[in-house]
């Protein structure tokens, strides 16, 4: 073990069975920093990415526009005093162009930060969001030994889609997770690709009140702030996944199952899976297939991790460990599952089910209909009641209308991709037995 990070590795079964091809293994690795590390406090970067095309300027109720929303957001954040001298925020805007209206600038510092965000009254224009990320980029691949965080507030589609597409995975390699808010007429297909491909995370903000999993555009300031406790609170950045199989096995899938979902891409190892949190876990599932095997005791994979600490500027390892299972014949030994292992499966599952039901709900209602269902069976039993309402709303219109509007479209697939349960035990606690 290491003295910076617990870490568990569970598969789904302890015993396999023998003589059969194509099987899948599904393991959780269950992350949480030591008590000592916990009590750090890291050093922060955001970078505010904000769309300031002619769109943010249209009312979203109560008299207010939402460029005015945003600022205000972005004022009582900094007046909040949550934030202190190991700060930084940056802001960008984009449109038909992008600008850096203030660099990386030590939270402290209220008046400039403060004149800064009211200068974004002063730009429109059309909606080209990989200018603002590039810009984003820059100002943040050379900070070391931070949590870096890029928060994008987007309410439009952009016009260099290929653009975006191609930056996140420069993101991803420099560990800078991206939380895009989404409001009005935006592509969620690209911002789910952003915070999957960075290991961020998305909202759906809606004006007026919000449904389920939805968030409202009044509760925007709220939301932000939270947003950036987070940050604060992720004592161990930089993870890095290596896994080495042995021949005939191949790793297909590495998706963060809890706090928040993300499905990482299987770019080229070491596989970067964002940070961990102190005082809560990071539980991450493996999809492995394999060829057959004879009844037999047989490694099949070694798993390690890099990782950064930076309230106390110190890289750490967790080293390699040897993944064993037992292949026995017959089924009777292979009938057992680790619940726990499965129910954190199904919670990464049901963004799949919504995704297909929701492709499919024009031509084919019925069948959309019970996709739907079966993942509203999942979140009822795993007990994520927002997500239950989000997908009680969706089944309703789709009975009436035989059809999925955008909002709810955005509502259940952008919800299914938000905050996960906690299940099972806690890994420190299961240290300390």
């Known amino acids: 073990m290491s003295n910076e990070l617990n870490v568990s590795i569970a598969p789904h079964r302890e015993f396999m069975p023998a003589d059969t091809d194509n099987q899948k293994l599904f393991l959780m690795l269950k992350l949480k920093p030591t008590k000592s590390i916990a009590a750090t406090r890291p050093p922060t970067s955001f970078v505010f990415v904000i769309d300031t095309s002619g769109s943010m300027y249209e009312e979203v109720g109560g008299g ?4 005015d929303i945003v600022i205000e957001s972005l004022l009582t954040l900094i007046r909040s005093g949550r934030l202190g001298e190991k700060d930084h925020i940056a802001i960008v805007q984009f449109d038909d162009k992008a600008s ?11 008046s400039e930060l403060e004149n800064a965000i009211a200068k974004l009254r002063k730009f429109s224009g059309g909606t080209c969001m990989g200018l603002g990320l590039d810009t984003a980029l820059q100002s943040l691949s050379n900070q070391d030994m931070t949590v870096k965080r890029i928060l994008l507030f987007t309410d439009g589609q952009t016009f260099d889609e290929d653009q975006c ?6 993101m991803s390699t420099n560990n800078i997770p991206i939380t895009a808010l989404g409001v009005g007429d935006f592509n969620e297909d690209l911002l789910t690709y952003l915070s999957d491909t960075t290991g961020g995370s ?5 004006p007026g009140q919000a449904q389920g999993t939805q968030v409202s555009i009044t509760d925007l300031p709220k939301k932000i702030i939270e947003e950036y406790s987070q940050a604060q609170q992720e004592v161990i950045t930089n993870l890095a996944l290596r896994v080495k199989t042995v021949q005939g096995v191949e790793l297909n899938r590495i998706v963060r199952a809890y706090p928040t979902q993300s499905e990482f891409p299987l770019t080229q190892p070491p596989y970067p899976i964002g940070n961990a949190a102190a005082n809560d876990q990071t539980i991450l599932i493996l999809e492995l297939t394999m060829t057959s095997r004879p009844a037999s005791r047989v490694r099949l994979a070694q798993i390690g991790l890099t990782y950064d600490i930076p309230g106390q500027n110190f890289r ?6 040897n ?8 089924e009777a030994g292979a009938v057992q599952v680790n619940q726990e292992v499965m129910d954190y499966l199904q919670q990464c599952n049901i963004s799949n089910l ?12 019925q069948k959309a209909g019970e996709l739907l269902e079966t993942a509203r069976r999942m979140t009822l039993r795993l007990g994520n009641d927002e997500m239950t309402a989000s997908l009680n709303n969706a089944q309703e219109e789709l009975r009436k209308t035989r059809k999925i509007s955008d909002t709810t479209r955005k509502t259940v697939k952008i919800g299914a991709k938000g905050k996960t349960v906690k299940i099972g035990t806690d890994i420190n606690d299961e240290f300390l037995e």
């Open 64 to 67: 207010k526009i939402k460029i």
């Open 100 to 110: 850096q209206i203030i660099g990386l600038t030590s939270a402290t510092k209220i």
């Open 165 to 170: 597409r191609a930056i996140a995975p420069k």
């Open 202 to 206: 998305l909202l759906y903000i809606v």
């Open 316 to 321: 750490g390892e967790f080293p390699p460990q």
């Open 323 to 330: 993944l064993v299972v037992q292949f026995v014949t017959g």
């Open 354 to 365: 919504v995704g297909q039901a929701t492709k499919i709900a024009d031509r084919d209602p």
